[in-house]
């Protein structure tokens, strides 16, 4: 896009700035599996995440970085860069972004899990013996983590926490980032799916805490359909889990570049992609792209 400057670009997202204090985030449709972005990106996901963030920044009751989601508000974009972000972009509130991942787990699964059943670590430190896979927990976990530019996200205990951000910032964010998943999980279970875990970003405006980048989307949250999980078994996922099982088993040793995706394995990660988005917008995928 060559009307703005592009000041940042993630493994999905490219950031721009309008002014001092107005960005434009736009979610391509680029996906990365093991901390690298594959060369094939899947058909839509940007126009997903981006629909379901904007989903849940009028659905959730908490400050947040949107502006607006209409290519026209973008000062300086010509009519042929309107249509290429269309339905993918989010103009926002520029913020102090907060250096700590909020990470909130209702289940047992993942990373923890494996961090659990070795004997527990960071994530798990506050859990009791004795539970399952996939098993949901008494009641939610806040386990944050570091933002790393590049490469993974460290898990941090509740201590290592508290003095990166301090003993009150801390406490909003995590009784915040319970609450929105809180939230997320009663309204995903009454459309039969269930919010296992989920990560958000806060940031700073002056002195408020509000909710940046995406919110409960399918590539910072995991989503079930309620009716396939079982306790001790692996669950299916509504994400990018055809992409990183296929890899798997692929002779490839997890750097740059990775193998190209059979057809079958776009058309599948894809089709999950817009079966989420519809399950919790409650609307056709095909009339968002209409827009």
Known sequence: MQSLTQIGAGKVRDIYQVDPYTLLIVA????SAFDVVLDQPIPDKGRVLTGISLHWFDLLDCPNHLISSDPSDIPGLDKTEQREVAGRMMLVRRAEVIPMECVVRGYLYGSSWKEYSSGGGPTTEHLPAGLQLAEKLTEPI????TKAETGHDENLTENDARKLVGDTLYEELRSLSISLYTNGNAYAAERGAILADTKFEF???GDDVILIDEVLTPDSSRYWPADQW???STIPSYDKQPVRDWL???DWDKTPP???LPKS???DTR???VDIFERLTESSFSNYLGQ
């Open 28 to 31: 391509s449709d680029r996906i």
């Open 142 to 145: 806040f386990t944050p983590a």
């Open 203 to 205: 940031g700073l405006v």
């Open 230 to 232: 079982q306790l001790g």
């Open 248 to 250: 798997e088993t692929q």
């Open 258 to 260: 990775a193998p190209p």
């Open 265 to 267: 394995i776009v058309d």
């Open 271 to 273: 089709r999950r992609y």
